[in-house]
């Protein structure tokens, strides 16, 4: 594979995902892919199970996706199919993203021979945050230890990370999400906007983009919304997404009786155009990695009212482009909410703020860029590994 890649200049990349549907971890991939330099890299997306709508979203013409059909439970083939798909496209670097793909990855890339393998840690699920079992701590901790590279997201996530499987901090490297500033930005149309999306041009517009699952904890957002709607104050509540706690939000909406408050848009692909229609963004999750949908957020101008989870902290400041509630403080939020809406001087700047420190921090070409260096200096490292045999 070294000489192959001395030949032709290129490097091929295998990306080992569960599936390529709409979310953080896969929105990362695209980016990757779609913004990063098509003639030195290949990329061969294995899908665990199916490639899932992202794909319809891949640019790039040198990307090709797998989809490998895993079975349900333990599927002890899936370890031979990535490797058989390993070697028919000749992978130089084979990256498994998530705890799904952690193991049977290492596995098929053993089988396969690929000279350089990386685990990229991207956060934990709402089943994970009530406690991982016994048999996978040990079964993480034994793994992790086989990938030459170990990547996450944040400090925290780092230091969480290290802890549980008993690694140094240091074997670790951040990669920070990125956001394409030109694509968000903020727009000048926003009443155009409001019209064309169907949505009222004289309240306050709360927002969030994620998938409607018990992680998101939007209930806490609509605990707010009723406390604001009993001291008469009309926001509105724009929630962009779809997943299957919908029906859980929609029985929970007509229970509180904020039906004529929130509107759940379901998926979109304008998401640019519908955060622009957004006062504030209002990210209320009980974990977060590097949540893409604040970056975009704020690189649209929009200032944020955020849970002090995960990365987050290492995105914005206190009180310079949003502030921090607690996961289950509706009380703490709803404050937030009427006093941004009494003070809109307030808003512009942190909005500003936040545009600022997006194009400045967080830009797409940053996350690109640091990847990229990564794959560049493991096929250095066959290079070097094959000449001395």
């Known amino acids: 594979m070294a000489n192959e890649l001395s030949k032709n200049g290129q490097v091929t990349v295998g990306h080992?995902?569960?599936a390529f549907h709409d979310g953080g971890m896969e929105r990362g991939l695209l980016n990757l892919i779609n913004y990063g330099d098509r003639l030195c890299f290949r990329h061969v997306i294995l899908c665990l199970t199916d490639a899932g709508a992202f794909a319809n979203l891949l640019a790039s013409p040198n990307c090709e996706v797998v989809e490998l059909h895993k079975k349900e439970g333990n599927d002890?083939?899936?370890?031979?199919?990535?490797?058989q798909a390993a070697r028919r496209h000749r992978l130089n670097i084979l990256h498994a993203r998530g705890w799904p793909a952690l193991v049977e990855t290492a596995l098929g890339a053993r089988l396969a021979r690929v000279?350089?393998?990386?685990?990229?840690?991207?956060g934990k699920t709402f089943e994970d945050l009530k406690g991982i079992s016994l048999k996978r701590r040990w079964t993480q901790k034994a793994m992790i230890r086989s990938y030459r590279r170990v990547i996450t997201l944040n400090r925290q996530m780092r230091s969480d990370l290290a802890a549980e499987c008993s690694i140094s901090e240091e074997?670790?490297?951040?990669i920070a999400n990125g956001v394409d500033v030109e694509v968000f930005r903020p727009r000048e149309e926003r009443q155009k906007l409001r019209a064309a999306f169907g949505l009222p041009a004289?309240?306050?517009i709360l927002g969030n983009v994620a998938r409607l699952d018990p992680v998101k904890n939007h209930g806490v957002i609509l605990r707010a919304l009723r406390r604001l709607a009993d001291q008469r104050l009309k926001v509105y509540f724009l929630l962009v997404g779809d997943g299957p706690h919908r029906t859980v939000l929609e029985q929970e909406i007509q229970r509180l009786g904020l039906a004529s408050e929130v509107r759940l848009f379901g998926y979109s692909n304008r998401v640019p155009e519908l955060l622009n229609c957004m006062d504030l963004y209002v990210q209320s999750s009980l974990y977060e990695g590097f949540s893409n949908?604040?970056?975009?957020?704020?690189a649209c101008g929009v200032p944020i009212l955020a849970t002090d989870v995960g990365g987050t902290g290492d995105i914005l400041n206190e009180g310079r482009e949003?502030?921090?509630f607690q996961p289950d403080d509706d009380e703490k939020l709803a404050s937030l909410i009427v006093r941004l809406t009494q003070d809109t001087e307030r808003r512009r700047l942190l909005g500003e703020r936040a545009r600022h420190r997006a194009v400045e921090q967080f830009?797409?070409?940053?996350?690109?860029?640091?990847?990229?260096?990564?794959y560049q200096d493991l096929v250095r490292q066959t290079d070097r590994s094959e000449q001395l045999k």
């Open 363 to 374: 830009p797409i070409q940053s996350m690109v860029r640091n990847y990229q260096t990564i």
């Open 76 to 83: 002890w083939r899936l370890p031979w199919r990535i490797a």
């Open 171 to 174: 074997r670790i490297q951040i």
């Open 115 to 122: 000279p350089q393998t990386i685990y990229t840690f991207h």
């Open 202 to 204: 004289d309240r306050l």
């Open 322 to 324: 949003g502030f921090f």
């Open 293 to 298: 949908t604040v970056l975009e957020a704020m």
């Open 16 to 18: 080992a995902i569960y």
